[in-house]
C-alpha cells in the first residue's frame, strides 16, 4: 500500500489497491485527515436541578435532572444537559446516563460540542464513559473527538480531564 502525506492539508491518501473491468482499471484510495491529540485539564462549577419524570416514566425509581455546568482552564466553556440516573440501595451504587452541549473555546478555538455520559458506580467503584458525540462539533471545533474523565473532591471541588483530537486543518 503506498501512502503520501500532504502536511500543509493535513491529508493522508493511501491507495488501496487496483481493479481491473473490462475496458478500464479503476484505482481505489483512502483519504484521513492527521489528527492532533491533546489533554486539557482544568476545575468546573455544576448545578444539577431535579426535573419532573415523563408520565411513563415516573413510577421507574429513576431521577431526571438539568445540567448546568461553568468549565474553568484550557475548556473555558458552559454546558446545559440533562441527565437520567438510578440509585440502588447497596450504599456506593448507581448509574446514570446524560447528554450536554458545550459552548465555548477549547484551547483558544470557539465552538460547540456535544459530550455522550454512561457511567455506574458499584459498591464506589466509579466506571465512567464521558465521549465526544461524533460531528457534534461545530465552528473551530469541527471534527472533535475525545473522552472525558470527572474527578470529585471528597470537598464537593469538581476536576475534569479531557483527552481530545482534532483534524491538522481545523482551525
Not at 503506498?2 to 493535513?10: C, Q, V, Y
Request: include cysteine; glycine fraction near 10%; charged fraction near 15%.
Amino acid at each position: 500500500m503506498a501512502t503520501s502525506t500532504h502536511g500543509f492539508l493535513g491529508v493522508t491518501h493511501c491507495h488501496l489497491g487496483k481493479r481491473r473491468h473490462p475496458g478500464r482499471t479503476i484505482t481505489f484510495f483512502f483519504q484521513a485527515a492527521i489528527m492532533i491529540s491533546n489533554t486539557a485539564n482544568g476545575s468546573f462549577d455544576v448545578q444539577i436541578t431535579p426535573q419532573p419524570l415523563s408520565d411513563v416514566a415516573a413510577s421507574s425509581g429513576l431521577a431526571r435532572m438539568s445540567i448546568d455546568k461553568r468549565f474553568h482552564g484550557a475548556l473555558d466553556a458552559t454546558s446545559t444537559g440533562e441527565m437520567l440516573a438510578f440509585r440502588t440501595a447497596t450504599p456506593g451504587s448507581a448509574g446514570y446516563v446524560a447528554m450536554e452541549t458545550v459552548r465555548g473555546s477549547l484551547q483558544g478555538r470557539s465552538g460547540s460540542f456535544v459530550l455522550q455520559h454512561s457511567s455506574t458506580m458499584a459498591r464506589g467503584e466509579p466506571a465512567q464513559s464521558i465521549t465526544v458525540v461524533p460531528d457534534s462539533g461545530t465552528d473551530a471545533l469541527t471534527g472533535l473527538s475525545g473522552r472525558m474523565t470527572i474527578d470529585v473532591a471528597a470537598d464537593g471541588a469538581h476536576a475534569y480531564r479531557f483527552e481530545f483530537s482534532w483534524p491538522e486543518t481545523a482551525a
